[in-house]
């Protein structure tokens, strides 16, 4: 089933109304869709790579105005809505978080935690209600964020952007399962460079 969806992203990369369509795809991901944006950012800076800047800002403005949906499911319809979706997604519940954050270096555990799901490949959508479930602090939530969704889709565009034409044939031979591969590329470069110069 994710594979086709995969594939669909894929499809979808190539539309004609593919910028509404990213849009779509990255506010609905950050609280319930289960593909990652990427799977659309790459196939589209590939087609369009001096549009690589305007792709990558598209999927930023638009997952974290979705992550404000997914804090606000998290804040308000926790047990009517959140329950349901950490269900589907075989997450027990909000409790790691709010432990977290009960514990002394509570803000900064959140911030870390958040980051951490906004920059990786992990769930986003997860952390992002929980946030709401937990009252985390609104404007940490919002700059972190942006933080993290900038800095994972802006590497994601550039490096396909600078290799796009290297990796069209492993594409187009794993199928869906890509956007993982290069996500975890991406995490792994920008933490070496975190160790080397930081």
């Known amino acids: 089933m994710l594979k086709k969806i995969y594939d669909k992203c894929v499809k979808w990369a190539g539309h004609k109304f593919a910028n509404p369509i990213l849009a779509i795809v990255s506010f609905a ?3 319930i869709f289960p593909i990652p944006t990427d799977a659309m950012i790459i196939p589209m800076v590939i087609a369009k790579k001096n549009k690589f800047f305007k792709i990558a800002l598209i999927a930023i403005v638009f997952s974290v105005l979705g992550a404000l949906i997914g804090y606000l499911i998290g804040y308000i319809f926790f047990n009517e809505i959140g329950i349901k979706i950490f269900e589907f997604f075989g997450s027990e519940n909000a409790n790691i978080f709010k432990e977290k ?3 002394e270096a509570g803000l900064l555990s959140g911030i870390l935690i958040l980051f951490i799901a906004g920059f990786t490949p992990l769930p986003f959508k997860i952390i992002t209600i929980s ?3 937990v009252q985390f602090n609104i404007i940490l939530f919002i700059i972190t964020c942006f933080v993290a969704r900038g ?3 802006f590497l994601v565009s550039y490096l396909t952007y600078k290799y796009g ?4 044939p492993f594409l187009e031979k ?11 590329i991406v995490v792994i470069l920008a933490l070496g460079f975190y160790f080397k110069f930081i």
């Open 101 to 103: 954050l009960s514990s």
């Open 165 to 168: 034409s290297a990796i069209g």
């Open 151 to 153: 800095l994972r889709f």
């Open 29 to 31: 991901e950050s609280f």
């Open 131 to 133: 946030s709401g479930f």
């Open 174 to 184: 794993k199928g869906g399962q890509w956007t993982v591969y290069i996500s975890g």
